[in-house]
């Protein structure tokens, strides 16, 4: 326990984005909490089942000297070397030029990844992500690359990028909806609405759903196809009152957790909303939410000051020894990319498929949160995006 006390603190407002490549920087956080089985007192709970909660949420958690993988439950143990080959397929990862998603990036091209689309908006950090790959890892997986640049709250140019990434490819069979916003203060995008939720619901939302014929046609094939969302245990933090009924459920600032909360909370909803209508026809597409844990990142290191100016010194110094590096943080994430089996699940570092929050597992709030999706990007859009072939109700 002693390991925790110095912890706790900063453990409230803590990122899940790694730095990437040594120069390079990742662009989002994912805040987390201590995880909570159910609640228990010293009369309630044996002392095993206390441990067992402390050790399960130091490996979903922690990293570098902590040994996490170690201490999750045999079951839920994963290491990025029991990624499979993965030799003919073709992914997509969103932010994969930095951070968590290098880490993804990364581990695809080792095991063989035959073409990946990376989608980010910085040129210079996407240059240097594939320079790094050139130099540890030849021009042979260099050349597996596309970069496309592409602002998730642009949604007519997320569509146009979907389009792109189809022309270009004859299957697709992993989709890494990794980029994100973390913990900042409250903006309004050029949508109208929370600019956190723009860039981890809305954008990846417009994303997926253009991708869809291609995911769906190389499912048909007989070949398994996985969707990632990148959550976080920080969907705790999402108002209770959440009902996403209106434009103003996603547009009203409930202060910067609150906002990245409730970001986190439509990322395991829409996994959920995918696997009851998408899984439910098409078997071998999978989709699945993930928590990547406290990991070295921009947003834990500058971005967090913004939101929290006395605050956030806890998360960039308290922290600092205890985080994970990109790799340990994209380990979840690569499990559900290439290994999950099953769809709808909420997975924590390293595997391990935990419960989240009750509002998490409201499918009638799912519904209602992709009903108002659809209506705001087919309003915001003009229409343009629902002509094109954004089928949110299309499965």
């Keep these: ?231 976080s245990n920080a969907h705790q933090n999402a108002p209770k009152d959440t009902k996403f009924e209106s434009l103003e459920d996603v547009k009203k600032d409930v202060g910067p957790q609150g906002n990245y909360g409730r970001t986190k909370l439509a990322a395991i909803l829409y996994a959920r909303y995918l696997a009851r209508h998408l899984t439910a026809n098409y078997p071998n597409i999978l989709a699945n939410a993930t928590h990547p844990g406290v990991v070295e990142t921009r947003q834990s290191t500058e971005h967090i000051l913004d939101a929290y100016p006395l605050g956030g010194y806890a998360v960039k110094y308290g922290l600092a020894p205890f985080k994970k590096d990109q790799f340990e943080g994209a380990v979840s994430t690569m499990y559900a990319a290439t290994t999950a089996e099953e769809s709808g699940k909420y997975i924590c570092p390293p595997a391990m498929v935990e419960q989240p929050t009750a509002l998490a597992l409201d499918d009638e709030l799912g519904e209602k949160l992709m009903d108002l999706t659809w209506k705001i990007v087919k309003e915001k859009t003009k229409g343009a995006s629902a002509e094109k072939g954004c089928p949110f109700k299309e499965f």
């Design 1 to 231: 326990m002693a390991v925790l006390r110095p912890l706790r603190a900063a453990l409230r407002i803590c990122s899940h984005r790694p730095s990437v490549k040594p120069n390079t920087l990742a662009p989002s956080v994912h805040l987390v909490t201590v995880r909570q089985q159910q609640p228990f007192s010293a009369s309630s709970r044996p002392a095993a089942g206390v441990m067992e909660t402390v050790k399960n949420t130091i490996a979903e958690n922690l990293g570098k000297v902590v040994p996490g993988n170690e201490m999750a439950p045999k079951e839920g143990q994963f290491s990025l070397d029991q990624v499979p080959d993965l030799s003919g397929k073709v992914a997509v990862v969103t932010g994969g030029s930095e951070g968590i998603g290098y880490g993804c990036t990364q581990t695809l091209l080792k095991h063989n990844i035959s073409k990946l689309f990376i989608l980010s908006m910085g040129k210079d950090i996407a240059s240097d992500a594939i320079n790094a790959i050139r130099e540890e890892m030849g021009e042979e997986a260099a050349q597996k690359v596309e970069w496309i640049q592409c602002d998730l709250t642009d949604w007519e140019a997320v569509a146009k990028a979907a389009f792109h990434i189809s022309e270009k490819t004859d299957r697709l069979d992993i989709l890494i909806n990794n980029a994100g916003r973390g913990i900042m203060s409250y903006q309004v995008d050029g949508n109208g609405i929370d600019r956190s939720m723009s860039v981890n619901h809305f954008g990846p939302v417009i994303l997926t759903s253009h991708l869809l014929p291609k995911l769906k046609e190389t499912a048909k094939q007989g070949n398994k196809v996985r969707i990632v969302l990148l959550a």
